[in-house]
């Protein structure tokens, strides 16, 4: 073979090897990780939750072997994995892994950083699930004052964690503590959304049915039929008297 023939086999091997995906074992730890959290999202997405918990449980074995225990990409895997056995009914391994993932927020970012209000929110939707009232308001009245502080007192944020708080005291009976925080989610979310927005006419509704638990109907009535023409969030995004966003999954902290 002579050696323009000899070059041009190599080069067409080399040009072969690079176009040739890598077998999983042969992948950089970080890249596999990455690769399986856009699955663990794409089945999430799809409603297989128990299909996917094997794939965030991989990738948190990764991230944690490349990048150490307390990296905020570990938080993002654990909070993943955490979501998903919440989802499929395991509260007790789900509390944990939401535990943790808050530690390495704080310890990465800071008590006040937004990420720690949404670790929050998180771990007290959770708490609430189980019935733990007690243990969520702190974590929701934390995570309200870090939004203020980070956001302002009229961001969409915070009238989401308004309404969380809300909920919470409605459902345990303080209505009275409850309707001030309903009025000013409405008013936040009308001011810096607009009054058609979808998250409107659950605010609407939620102070309606305050007003009508406590006897309200003259008040109630209105709202209800302020709400009515109005288009509503999915599904995913209500629960009852209250707006309690679900955590979703992250593809990166």
């Not at 699955?39 to 991989?58: F, S, W």
């Not at 006419?201 to 006897?215: D, I, K, M, V, W």
């Amino acid at each position: 073979m002579n050696a323009r023939l000899a070059g041009w086999v190599v080069a067409c091997v080399v040009t072969l090897s690079l176009l040739t995906p890598l077998p999983v074992h042969a992948q950089d730890p970080l890249s596999r990780a990455t690769q399986l959290n856009s699955e663990v999202l794409q089945l999430y997405q799809r409603g297989k939750y128990r299909e996917a918990i094997p794939k965030a449980r991989e990738a948190l074995a990764l991230r944690e072997q490349a990048l150490g225990p307390t990296h905020p990409e570990v938080a993002t895997s654990l909070n993943n994995l955490a979501v998903l056995l919440e989802t499929t009914g395991d509260y007790a391994g789900s509390r944990p892994l939401k535990e943790r993932a808050l530690r390495i927020y704080e310890q990465a970012h800071g008590p006040d950083h937004p990420l720690v209000a949404t670790s929050l929110n998180n771990l007290a939707e959770l708490l609430r699930a189980t019935g733990d009232y007690a243990g969520v308001r702190p974590l929701y009245e934390r995570a309200l004052r870090i939004y203020e502080q980070a956001h302002g007192p009229n961001h969409p944020l915070v009238a989401t964690s308004l309404n969380n708080l809300a909920g919470l005291l409605g459902a345990t009976g303080d209505y009275a503590g409850a309707r001030p925080l309903y009025e000013r989610a409405l008013r936040i979310r009308e001011q810096a959304l607009g009054p058609t927005h979808p998250d409107v006419p659950t605010s609407l509704n939620n102070l309606a049915r305050l007003l009508r638990a406590t006897g309200g109907y003259a008040g109630a009535r209105p709202l209800y039929e302020r709400a009515r023409p109005l288009p509503f969030p999915p599904l995913a995004g209500t629960s009852g008297s209250t707006t309690r966003r679900c955590a979703a999954l992250r593809a990166t902290a």
